[in-house]
């Protein structure tokens, strides 16, 4: 099992079925002994060190009472966790660890809330702009890397519609709209991109316009939220890694800015009217 190397979607299992023993103040070696197995497995089931198979999440539910639909949610995690997602396919050179970690996240998110200060965020880019961001890198990536990169964004995005698309509630800086990423032309069609998002349902895009100081200066972040009782996840993306906030004490105080930032932005209509009239600009 030294090369198990379990999915961001087993971790969430594994954290789940941890939470289940101590809610309970149960000891691992007393339950392990009614599972029928050794306290050494109990332990890698909750560590996720090993791979967690869906009739092990049965057996524990039973033994520990949980309801019925909480138990067939995280019975289906289990089953969707052992199953690639398109990522696996990527390279880690297109995507580094701790980005595939989000991306597997994102997959299963219902809602993504996110505030950036200087960009476009990835879920909303376009091809082209992609491309300049990826290619600006101070250690220049291969073409192949870039393409691959791009691809990746790309697939996320078709999270965006069909039958259960994400709900994606982005705030966004004037000054990330009016820095011309990849020339003008670029920037024109990734701003008429976002006008065309911002009338899906599922999408609520609001700009903070260039007028002082607002909360989370200076901070961006991202919060994903799930279905069932799975809590909500925050996120930061540093320049060669991302910081995962998961502790609700901890991820509070970007929840209650993330709020604000909504209040002190302008309004949908106006945020998509400011929009067009930047894109307009760099005909």
């Known amino acids: 099992m030294t090369d198990y190397v379990p999915s961001m979607r087993m971790r969430r299992v594994a954290r789940t079925l941890l939470h289940w023993r101590e809610s309970r103040d149960i000891n691992a070696a007393e339950i392990a ?36 639909a909480e138990r067939d949610a995280v019975f289906n995690s289990c089953l969707t966790a052992q199953q690639e997602g398109w990522w696996d396919a990527v390279s880690r050179d297109a995507l ?36 300049a961001i990826v290619e600006a890198a101070q250690s220049r990536p291969s073409a192949e890397v870039v393409r691959e990169r791009v691809e990746a964004r790309t697939r996320r995005q078709e999270r965006l519609d069909g039958e259960n698309p994400i709900h994606v509630e982005g705030v966004l800086t004037e000054g990330a709209l009016r820095n011309r990423v990849g020339g003008p032309e670029v920037m024109r069609q990734q701003l008429e991109r976002l006008v065309q ?45 991302g910081v995962y906030i998961e502790e609700p004490e901890d991820l509070e105080p970007y929840q209650v800015r993330f709020a604000g930032l909504q209040k002190v932005a302008l309004s949908q209509s106006k945020s998509r009217s400011l929009l067009a009239d930047i894109a307009e600009g760099l005909r």
Not at 38 to 59: C, D, F, H, M, Y
Not at 96 to 109: G, K, N, R, T, W
């Open 197 to 241: 998002l911002s009338k899906l349902p599922n999408v609520d895009l609001r700009v903070i316009a260039a007028t002082g100081a607002y909360p989370a200066m200076g901070t961006p972040f991202s919060i994903l939220s799930f279905a069932g009782d799975y809590p909500d996840v925050g996120y930061i993306e540093l320049i060669d890694k």
């Open 96 to 131: 580094v660890a701790d980005v595939l970690d989000y991306v597997e996240f994102e997959s299963e998110a219902t809602t993504v809330r996110t505030f950036k200060i200087d960009l476009v965020p990835g879920l909303l880019q376009t091809s082209g702009y992609a491309a």
């Open 33 to 68: 002994k009614k599972a029928g197995w050794s306290g050494a497995k109990q332990s890698r089931l909750e560590n996720a060190t090993q791979p967690i198979q869906p009739s092990q999440v049965v057996t524990l539910a039973l033994l520990y009472d949980v309801p019925e």
